[in-house]
């Protein structure tokens, strides 16, 4: 049996194997294989597979039945909460669960009412490893309540009037679906004059006498209990003015009659909505319907647009004859401000409705099940969005993980929930809850932490049979928790596996790379771990391959005679082959003059049809080979054979019934050299723009000699014929007599036109120029054309010479413009071409963005929202945000010093992302500006933000001097990166006998402000092994380790982090302990001291040094101004100004210094500074730093970030 070959995989030589082949395999995190034998023993926490609806609306006329199933070993058992308390169903005899479930009915149909079981249920699935909880189920029966009753007057008005017929459906649950109707359940017609709301009332533009009628009834369906209530009917009717008139002068005793038109025409007003403004909330993922209905006479039509922006397109439908505008899937980009626009004949009105989209949660990354051997590490994260942003709050088994029952191998980050070397009990099920005011997300996901005896799951006594020279790959699935080492044996006596190289796949299984006969026999695979072992013994078997020793042979037969085929094959004699003949790789023709006979395939009466290639194919269970021969089939008396050749090329070439636009070809073809001619291709030659050029004109078939061309005006024609047939091309004939057309128009206009402005008030115009072939005449011009294209101005043209580019000046900044270039020559103009729209130049934006604010994610993260600019304002095309920031000074430190501005850039219309790769405990000042395709527009105001403290890192080093008899003294250098306030040194050591056995450690807390400690009561020449690590409220930082031998007058002092086993540092006396050394050095010490003094009052002396004044008459010239706008999108700069700033030194009016290289850079933040991060804090957009020096301010005060929307809880 062959089997595929696993691509990972480790190599071991057999000939460095002893007894046994040692086979180990580490994987990162435990994996479960999905064996039904192994899941139906694994202990497994509780898991929700089914459950009801979060907003369950239910029938009362049927039985209440609240779905909760899941699954766990041991089986989990079920309880309820009813509106936060337990809700005991043992005690209502109405309410019963399923057994091995947790789902409720609810018994209403013969006692009970569906009211008394409204609320808020929440069911939770329990076991020995966790407890699961489901969605908060809210129950709630549906409701279809009748109509008020009410007596509705006649209406009556005149014709051309508008008509609101109010609906008001009675509320039910859910809202009901809303029709009009008359008596004979026939639907109302519905047009852009009359039509129907949203909110169900039918709406006339303008009434007609057609209106007149007694049966407008509104109706509303209530799907869920599938029942149907009616309002009163209303009467209305149309008066037309012949009416009227008749009724006044029935009624008035003058000659008066109503004279005034009651249908006057007006323009359009709206019905619905009010105002010329409203607003609109819709939520993410809904769909948003916006409707506008207006009245007027004629009948308005309706039109919307959105300001700043396009519609979205495939997500955009109109209905109700355009007078609801929806948009499915709405997101946040959505959001705006949507004008309708109704028009008739007599004028237009607008509305303008305020879009605002926001977001329930909706999950970025739920958290899933982790499967953990003891003393694993791992994480479960959960990260989720909305607008406003989510709060995320975990729960374990249920409970808060507040007031849960502690667990040391947890820590709690914000959206994840950390791991390290988990125990058994750690075992639980923990929920993420997401959750802002419009619904919160609710996700389970258990932590399993098994400990399993080592169980091997392929099948025992496997055997495999493999082809000699081929490999095999013997299986050995497996699992066990912590991970078994696997251990391969070969044969019962354990002999050693010889001379071949074996390769090891992570599953456990064994490859023999090339196997052999003596890779024959019974190999054993060896699972253990410190629960157990497990091992099953498999079997390999090499067959001989299969091999055709009597392969067919090429025959050649007369028509008539018989033939045969010989295929003689040799296998293993275990193997049983089949043997099968093909003709053309298909199956043999169903034809008795085809026989098959053990090793040979006859063909008797051989006919020409039956040439071709015969294949003799041998097949087994474990390979197959094949061979070929080729029968040809001859005449009984051969001819000789004809010459094949490619045709000779035509002759005669002839040009009759010449026109202006096309010309009649005729040709003589040349020999055919025995193969039929199967086409003739004609080209052509423009002796007057491409002299010795041929060009493809024309292809006909092989039967045909002549040849109707199309031709084109002011070209000097030649024309040539080739022949083909079956074998090839023929040489070209001698080309025809020229024959020059008459001039013409141009047929086309150039192509590729474009405008872009290349400064803020110009226009350049670009196109693709004709050819000389396509020029049609002599004079070749253009004529360009251009307008604004929101204004009225009327086209601007000029006509220039046969070019490809015109330039207009004295253009407005980025202004919209239609362009049209048009060819022309000395016999007139091309047809006239489409527009197509350009932009002129682009320049600075105007304004910076607003509303600026940064969210502080962590330590070394924050978030930056900003508002978006105006597009208006950006004066050019919008290519992105970009952030300056800078460290000002550290919480620690408030001395002055450079600063280092840094820019990300984010591409497109983002309207927030990530700062990384900032210092712990710092305080950090940014501002965000807009770039377009011309630079940066004015910084936002300035920002301030303050990091939260960190951890620290190691100290800087860590020395023990003066070593006695019983005591060593340490000394050491603070961290050199405290990225907060340090709150206490952590000192542990522990003695290291002759063996370098480790004893017992001792824990000591040392204050933060010494630097100097002595450790008394030591054992008498010992070796100590100290770690040293700093602390502060974040934590505690990296350790430094170091070693020291306590004695009365040598020092063992061994260099960091150097084990056991290490040469013990030679014995040398120490001088800078000795008396008279140390009272020297005391000396030398305060002589300089006194120096010092000295010079510093000389120095401070006022009008003897007139120093300042030479340096203000002459700047640093090291400091030199330095472009902001050199950083360009996807590059990062990085420069640090080491030197302190003269005294008496001007920084440039941009206060700006000189530029260097530095160091830093945010290769450890992520994947390197061209990386990609997500909203979640990952790059978004191409990464450019690009630094400034700047003194820092000392005092500046720091912003905190806004607080989180409080949480929807859902328990």
Not at 75 to 85: A, I
Not at 103 to 121: D, H, P, Q, R, W
Not at 805 to 814: A, E, L, M, Q, R
Request: hydrophobic share 35%; aromatic share 8%; glycine share 6%.
């Amino acid at each position: 049996m062959q089997l595929k070959i696993m691509p990972k995989k480790k190599r071991l030589s057999a000939g460095r194997a002893p007894l046994m082949l040692f086979l180990c395999q580490m994987i990162s995190a435990l994996e479960v294989p999905l064996d039904p034998k192994l899941l139906e023993d694994l202990v497994q926490p509780p898991t929700i597979t089914q459950q009801s609806p979060k907003d369950y609306i239910i029938d009362p006329r049927e039985n209440i039945v609240i779905q909760c199933e899941a699954k766990g070993k041991p089986p989990p058992s079920f309880s309820w909460t009813r509106n936060g308390t337990h809700f005991d169903i043992d005690k209502d005899p109405l309410v019963t669960m399923k057994p091995g479930s947790g789902t409720l009915t609810i018994n209403i149909m013969s006692e009970g009412k569906a009211e008394t079981y409204e609320g808020v249920y929440q069911c939770t699935a329990r076991n020995e490893r966790g407890a699961a909880i489901s969605n908060n189920i809210v129950i709630r029966p549906s409701r279809s309540p009748l109509w008020t009753k009410e007596k509705l007057e006649p209406i009556t008005l005149r014709n051309g009037q508008s008509l609101v017929l109010p609906c008001r459906p009675p509320v039910g649950l859910p809202p009901p679906i809303i029709f009009w109707m008359d008596n004979s359940f026939q639907r109302l017609p519905q047009s852009e004059r009359v039509s129907q709301g949203l909110n169900g009332d039918l709406y006339f533009s303008n009434v007609l006498p057609e209106d007149t009628r007694e049966d407008y009834i509104c109706y509303a369906r209530f799907n869920h209990t599938q029942t149907i209530q009616q309002k009163q009917p209303i009467s209305v009717k149309v008066i037309s003015v012949d009416e009227l008139n008749d009724t006044i002068a029935a009624n008035l005793s003058d000659t008066e009659f109503y004279g005034a038109k009651s249908h006057r025409q007006r323009p359009p007003t709206f019905l619905t909505p009010d105002g010329n403004t409203s607003r609109k909330e819709e939520l993410r993922g809904n769909v948003l319907s916006l409707e506008c209905i207006a009245e007027g006479l004629p009948t308005p039509i309706i039109y919307w647009i959105k300001e700043d922006g396009t519609l979205p397109v495939n997500r955009t439908f109109y209905r109700n004859f355009k007078k609801t505008l929806q948009i499915v899937q709405v997101t946040e980009a959505d959001s705006g401000n949507y004008q309708c626009i109704a028009k008739n004949s007599l004028g237009a009105i607008h509305h303008t409705i305020s879009v605002t989209v926001k977001a329930a949660p909706y999950w970025i990354i739920a958290p899933q099940n982790l499967v953990l051997s003891p003393e694993e590490d791992g994480t479960l994260i959960c990260r989720a969005n909305g607008n406003p942003k989510p709060r995320i709050s975990w729960l374990s088994n249920g409970v808060p993980i507040e007031i849960a029952p502690d667990d040391p191998s947890r820590k709690i980050d914000g959206d994840t929930i950390i791991f390290s070397k988990v125990q058994e009990r750690s075992s639980a099920v923990y929920q993420c809850n997401a959750s802002n005011e419009y619904g919160y997300l609710l996700a389970n996901a258990f932590v399993n932490v098994l400990a399993e005896p080592p169980r091997i799951l392929t099948s025992a006594n496997t055997l495999y049979q493999v082809i000699a020279n081929r490999p095999a790959l013997l299986d050995c699935a497996f699992f066990g928790s912590p991970l078994p080492v696997i251990e391969w044996f070969k044969d019962a006596k354990g002999s050693a596996l010889r001379e071949d190289i074996y390769v090891l796949h992570e599953n456990g299984t064994l490859e023999i790379p090339v196997a052999q006969k003596d890779s024959t026999g019974t190999y054993t695979c060896v699972a253990r771990n410190k629960l157990g072992m497990a091992k099953n013994d498999v079997h390999l078997e090499i067959k001989d391959p299969t091999r055709i020793i009597k392969q067919p042979e090429y025959a050649v037969v007369q028509r008539g005679s018989t033939v045969s085929f010989e295929c003689k094959v040799k296998h293993d004699h275990t193997l049983i082959p089949t043997v099968t003949w093909l003709k053309d790789h298909g199956e043999l023709p169903n034809d008795g003059r085809f026989t098959v006979d053990k090793d040979y395939l006859v063909v008797a009466d051989v006919n020409d049809d039956d040439g071709g290639t015969y294949t003799c194919v041998a097949n087994t269970t474990l390979d197959n080979v094949s061979a070929s021969a080729v029968l040809s089939v001859v005449a009984p008396t051969p001819t000789p054979a004809p010459i094949y050749d490619v045709p000779n090329p035509p002759f005669d070439l002839e040009l009759t019934d010449q026109l202006d636009r096309s010309v009649q070809l005729s040709w003589t073809p040349g020999d055919d050299n025995n193969s039929p001619i199967t086409k003739f291709i004609i080209e052509y030659e423009d002796a007057m723009h491409e002299p010795g050029l041929w060009h493809h004109q024309a292809e006909v078939p092989g039967t045909q000699t002549t040849a109707q061309l199309k031709l084109s005006p002011y070209v000097n024609y030649s024309f040539r014929v080739m022949a083909e047939n079956n074998l090839g091309r023929s040489l070209p004939s001698e080309a025809s007599e020229q024959y020059l057309t008459k001039a013409a128009e141009p047929d086309k206009n150039p192509t590729a036109v474009e405008g872009l402005g290349s400064e803020p008030d110009n226009l350049v115009i670009t196109w693709k120029p004709l050819n000389g072939f396509e020029s049609n005449g002599p004079g070749l011009q253009y004529k360009v054309s251009w307008r604004q294209k929101d204004g009225d101005d009327e086209w601007t043209s000029v006509v220039v010479a046969n070019v490809s580019k015109y330039i207009v000046s004295g253009t407005p900044t980025f202004v919209p413009y239609l362009i049209k270039v048009q060819a022309l020559n000395d016999a007139g103009f091309a047809p006239e071409p489409a527009a197509v729209m350009g932009h002129s130049g682009e320049d600075l934006p105007m304004v910076a963005p607003g509303n600026v604010h940064v969210n502080v994610v962590n330590s070394t993260l924050a978030e930056v929202h900003w508002d978006p600019v105006p597009l208006k304002s950006i004066r050019g095309h919008l290519q992105g945000y970009r952030i300056y920031y800078w460290k000002t000074q550290s919480s620690l430190t408030r001395n002055r010093r450079h600063i280092e501005k840094k820019i990300l850039t984010f591409q497109g219309s983002k309207t927030h992302g990530m700062l990384p790769g900032l210092e712990p405990f710092s305080h950090y000042t940014l501002n965000v500006r807009v770039v377009n395709g011309k630079g940066e527009g004015p910084a936002s105001p300035d920002k301030v933000f303050n990091t939260p403290e960190g951890v620290p890192s190691a100290p800087s080093s860590l020395k023990i001097v003066n070593p006695t008899l019983d005591s060593l003294t340490l000394e050491w250098e603070p961290p050199s990166h405290p990225n907060g306030i340090l709150t206490e040194y952590t000192l542990k050591y522990q003695p290291i006998n002759s063996t370098h056995e480790l004893g017992p450690l001792v824990d000591l807390k040392i204050p933060a402000n010494k630097t100097r400690w002595i450790l008394k009561n030591l054992n008498i020449s010992t070796r100590y092994k100290f770690y040293f690590y700093a602390q502060t409220a974040a934590g505690s930082g990296s350790q430094i380790t170091e070693e020291a031998i306590t004695t009365v007058d040598e020092a063992g002092i061994l260099p960091p982090d150097v084990g056991a086993g290490k040469a013990m540092a030679s014995r040398q006396v120490d001088i800078a302990t000795q008396g008279w050394f140390i009272g020297l050095m005391c000396a030398v010490a305060l002589l300089i001291l006194i120096l010092l003094i000295v010079c510093f009052i000389r120095r401070n002396k006022g009008g003897k040094y007139p120093v300042k004044e030479k340096e203000d008459a002459h700047a640093d010239p090291e400091i030199q101004p330095m472009k902001e706008d050199d950083g360009t999108f996807g590059e990062y700069s990085d420069a640090e100004d080491h030197k302190p700033l003269k005294k008496g030194s001007r920084t440039p009016s941009d206060r700006t210094v000189k530029k260097e290289d530095s160091d830093d850079s945010l290769v450890d933040y992520g994947e390197g500074v061209n990386g990609q991060f997500n909203e979640d804090g990952s790059f978004i957009g191409q990464y450019s730093g690009k630094k400034e020096k700047e003194p820092a301010e000392g005092n500046e005060s720091s912003e905190a970030p806004s607080p989180v929307n409080a949480m929807n809880s859902f328990v």
